[in-house]
């Protein structure tokens, strides 16, 4: 299968490089760079600004309204994106451990109270960061998943409601 592209120009152009280094590099002092070629106007990418010494990071002056409106595409492709890869592979963010995907289907214990990838009306404390759980889940077997955006984990009790999991946690002696 042919690996399907886009050039520089668009990746900056819609928003990926802006929120790239918005959302991910510059809060590790970092930024990339896009170079324009001024005779013909294509892009290529330049190299990585290096501020890790800077205890703060970096970060833009002033945002334009072009800026918003591309952090808000990224933000909807992200909320797109993000709710297939979480019920199809129970993440958005891939985990270094596997989970379980989510099965979502009648019957079974379900519990969103925070299930909102809007920061601003982010329900549970998150500090900058995610909210530590947003929702749970019950899978086909009866184990319950505490979820947040990024990764899930296998609990005896619904942390919202209390219901217990009809299947419990093996136990692994360490
Ligand atoms: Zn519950």
Redesign the pocket.
């Known amino acids: 299968m042919d690996i399907e592209r886009m050039t520089v120009k668009e990746f900056r152009e819609f928003g990926f490089l802006q929120e790239l280094n918005r959302q991910f590099l510059h809060p590790l002092g970092l930024a990339l760079e896009v170079i324009i070629d001024e005779e013909d106007g294509s892009e290529r990418f330049g190299e990585v600004w290096d501020y890790r010494c800077d205890p703060e990071g970096i970060r833009f002056a002033e945002f334009s309204v072009d800026e918003m409106e591309r952090g808000l595409r990224i933000k909807e492709l992200q909320e797109e994106k993000g709710k297939t890869r979480r019920s199809h592979l129970g993440y958005i963010i891939q985990p270094f451990v596997e989970v379980q995907p989510l099965v979502e289907g009648e019957g079974k214990?379900r519990?969103e109270p925070g299930y909102d990838f809007d920061e601003e009306r982010q329900v549970f404390p998150s500090a900058g960061f995610g909210a530590a759980i947003i929702a749970?889940y019950e899978d086909e077997e009866g184990k319950l998943w505490a979820v947040n955006s990024e990764y899930c984990i296998q609990v005896n009790f619904?942390p919202?409601?209390g219901?217990a999991a009809r299947e419990q946690v093996e136990w692994k002696p360490s």
């Open positions: 214990h519990c749970c619904c919202f409601c219901y």
